[in-house]
């Protein structure tokens, strides 16, 4: 998180981190400082859990609007944004209004896979975690997916869970209208997800026995085979 925060702050209006308030997942006194430390535009909100990564985005959403935003550009923890895209911002917010386009897709760049994988002899009920993220593939793949994470902040934007729960995959769009026309960026402009065999494992499983798959790729997992 940090990392993201680091990178985005000097480019974009604001940098709202949502942090899981719940006791076992909160930011240390520590942690917290250092994000508020990058720059006097990030801002810290905790919510507690419930269960919902919806009501967690839409939380961020609504943030969002509270600062004014009229763009918004999303992403979790493990998905980190090119400094070509954040740079390029605000020059890209007025290209889109003037084309009448409201959400774009960025490339994916993956740095994740189980796919002939030698995994770390530690990684065991005890989770070491520290092995677990060394574990992750110094290789980058260019993969042909897109995920929409820069759009139109309207004041009715809102985040729905998809699938079996509705808690774990998600889409989004305004509640009084559709999109009015979405669009790939070009491929300078992209985002990296990055996990560690673990997430990977915990993630598909999760997916395969909880959500019941989603709009947003959660359907099928080109790693997991």
């Known amino acids: 998180v940090l990392e993201n925060v680091t990178l985005a702050a000097p480019y974009l209006d604001h940098v709202i981190v949502v942090e899981d308030s719940s006791e076992y997942h909160k930011f240390s006194d520590e942690q917290r400082s250092k994000l508020l430390s990058v720059g006097s535009n990030v801002v810290v909100r905790g919510f507690p859990w419930e269960e919902s990564h919806p009501k967690m985005y839409q939380h961020g959403v609504d943030t969002a609007l ?8 999303f992403g979790d923890a493990d998905e ?17 209004e003037e084309q009448g386009i409201d959400m774009c897709g ?9 796919k002939d994988k030698v995994w770390p002899s530690s990684l065991s009920v005890e989770t070491n975690l520290d092995a677990d993220l060394e574990a992750i593939p110094k290789e980058v793949v260019i993969t042909n997916d ?7 902040c309207y004041p009715d934007l809102q985040w729905f869970g998809v699938g079996r729960t509705q808690t774990v995959h998600t ?3 305004p509640r009084s209208h559709d999109w009015k026309k979405a669009a ?13 065999p673990l997430q990977v494992l915990s993630s598909a499983a999760r997916n395969m026995f909880v959500s019941g798959g989603g709009a947003n790729l959660g359907d099928i997992n080109t790693m997991w085979s």
């Not at 790939?184 to 560690?196: G, M, Q, T, V």
Request: charged fraction near 25%.
């Open 80 to 96: 980190h944004f090119n400094e070509k895209f954040l740079q390029d911002a605000h020059k890209l917010v007025d290209l889109l």
């Open 171 to 173: 889409t989004w769009r």
């Open 66 to 73: 509270e600062l004014g935003a009229e763009w918004i550009a």
């Open 106 to 114: 960025l490339k994916c760049h993956a740095q994740f896979s189980i």
């Open 146 to 152: 897109h995920k929409y994470m820069f759009m139109k």
């Open 184 to 196: 790939f960026l070009p491929d300078e402009y992209w985002y990296l997800h990055r996990k560690s």
